[in-house]
């Protein structure tokens, strides 16, 4: 089996050295590692470029397109069986592919893997780790793993670093920008639809938490107006998934109306007439 990582970079000096740096130490190596590239504006370039031919690097002069196509436009480049997208500001641990590829001749039919994070600040040091961490190879069918994406963990039981699909399923299976803020998840919750899910128990991978982060970069209003219309969004096209049931659809709602009542609440508070508005029309 062949592996890629991926790494979308826009604008990403700070981070991307150490990202690049975890996609090299594999002990499993990886057979192709590539950099995609949005038309950063710092130093991203000839940061990437100091290591030859040890990555890849593609350039989109068009850019930026936003983080979602970011995601697509790198899947696309990547010519291995299996594919994993490493943000520019996260890790992964040395032995990630390793277990990975034991993950997958275990359960070959599976086209879909997952690893739990640590959580890791601006200098690379662990906040937090999965408690719920055991060790073991763990098989889901599409149901069962989305009931545990959001049932285990802070919030989820992994987040983007640590993930491997098929290309099969990458084929079928896209990033949706409308999906907003939350485009990641709307992928765990479809792909599913298409496969079999690994679990590899261990936390083999590191997000990090920081402020200039799409997330980090926005204040709790903001942040909850933009999950305000990402929940809505999933609610509009619930019935696109057939692995949905009605646990899900109340998941959802209270995500949907946590952020509504922040964001009701905060424009009369400040007698925002704008938002008051906004907040209406998501009633």
């Given amino acids: 089996m062949k592996f890629s990582i991926v790494i979308p970079t826009f604008n990403g000096a700070t981070y ?13 190596p ?60 996260d890790t992964l641990e040395p032995t990630f592919l390793e277990e990975a590829e034991k993950g997958f001749t275990k359960y070959p039919k599976a086209k879909y893997l997952f690893a739990p994070c640590n959580y890791i600040n601006e200098k690379g040091s662990i906040i937090s780790s999965p408690g719920y961490c055991n060790g073991r190879i763990v098989h889901y069918s599409g149901k069962q793993y989305i009931k545990a994406y959001y049932t285990f963990g802070t919030p989820n039981i992994h987040r983007c670093p640590g993930v491997i699909t098929h290309s099969d399923v990458l084929s079928k299976c896209r990033f949706r920008p409308e999906a907003g803020h ?20 261990s936390p083999l991978a590191n997000y990090r938490i920081h402020a200039s982060s799409v997330t980090g970069s926005m204040n709790d209003i903001l942040l909850s107006k933009k999950l305000l219309e990402d929940y809505d969004f999933q609610l509009n096209h619930f019935g696109e998934n057939i692995l949905f049931d009605h646990a899900d659809r109340q998941f959802f709602k209270y995500w949907k109306y946590r952020h509504l009542r922040r964001v009701l609440g905060y424009s009369i508070k400040h007698i925002n007439l704008k938002l008051f508005l906004f907040a209406l029309k998501h009633i």
């Fill in 182 to 201: 939350i485009a990641d998840d709307d992928f765990f919750y479809r792909v599913g639809q298409y496969t079999d899910i690994i679990g590899v128990m």
């Fill in 16 to 28: 991307v050295d150490d990202a690049i740096q975890s996609a090299l130490r594999q002990t499993r």
């Fill in 30 to 89: 990886a057979d192709e590692i590539i950099v995609s590239d949005d038309n950063s504006q710092d130093d991203t370039l000839s940061i990437c470029q100091a290591y030859g031919d040890r990555i890849k690097i593609h350039t989109n002069p068009d850019g930026p397109s936003g983080f979602v196509n970011g995601w697509n436009n790198a899947v696309d480049l990547a010519t291995g069986d299996y594919v994993s997208v490493l943000h520019q500001d």
